[in-house]
């Protein structure tokens, strides 16, 4: 009944990461949040599962679950770290993970001047039309019609997950934890969302907040950094390339004329142990 585990995170958006590639590992909601739980359990934003690839262009499959217990389609930090440990199992060259948002390639970039390293992935196609986000009706993905407090007239983007990006004037002034968990239930997301604070720094930073569905305020969200600069170039507000400035540190993101959007950020692994009987027990 005990498995072995490894606590990494991207920017301080951590996770615990089970390896079930070669013995299957049963997870149900309830033993997700109690391992994901901070006073109790390990602790994580994100609850990372690694299983044989169902598709042969994929080099293994990831399984994404919030701390909430739910389980979502796509996480970018956790498929940097993910990548990060399959690269040094094969020793370099790229890799393809599988997620239920599609097949994503990443690629080790390097080591800053203070020995962090940095993954590139390719997220894939940025998608803006209501149906993929998706959302319950039709309307203008460039101006949703949202509103809570401070935050309103939001670009709505799915990158694999729903975002609502809200531009404002001091992303630190916004009570994202009061106004987050209202949005991410509204009626225009079927499948909830994830809600963003971004202000624009300049025309190529954007400082950004995020209550992520399931999970609350992250420190970094991977995908969250996509959404918002696609939002920002939708919105004419900056070009296709900029730095994203999180709670956790900074993200290189650039949509490509393509449509994908290619992430670059920072991987670091924590430390490892053990799931033991009463955590995974029933």
Partial sequence: MERAFTKMHGLGNDFVVVDART?????????????ADRRTG??????????????????????????DGGEV??????????????????????????????????????TDADGTRRIMVDMGLARTAWQDIPLSREVDTAHLPLQSGPLRDAVGVSMGNPHAVFFVDDAEAVALATYGPELEHDPLFPERANI?????????TIRLRVWERGAGI???????????????????????????????????????????VLMTGPVAESFTGTLNERMLAA
Wanted: overall charge negative.
């Fill in 23 to 35: 013995l299957p590992f049963a997870l149900d909601d309830a033993t997700a949040r109690r391992i």
């Fill in 42 to 67: 390990v602790g994580c934003d994100q609850l990372i599962v690694l299983e044989p690839a169902t598709d042969p262009r994929a080099h293994l499959l990831m399984r994404i679950r919030n701390s």
């Fill in 73 to 110: 389609k796509a996480c970018g930090n956790a498929t940097r770290c993910v990548a990060a440990r399959v690269l040094d199992e094969q020793g370099g060259g790229e890799v393809v993970v599988q997620t239920a948002a599609g097949l994503l390639t990443a690629w080790d970039v390097g």
């Fill in 196 to 204: 963003s604070a971004a202000q624009l720094l300049d025309a190529d």
């Fill in 218 to 260: 992250t420190q970094a969200c991977g995908t969250g950094a996509c959404a918002t600069l696609v939002a920002a170039v939708r919105r004419g507000l900056t070009g296709r390339r900029a730095t994203v400035r999180l709670d956790g540190g900074d993200l290189e993101v650039q949509w490509q004329d393509d449509g994908h």
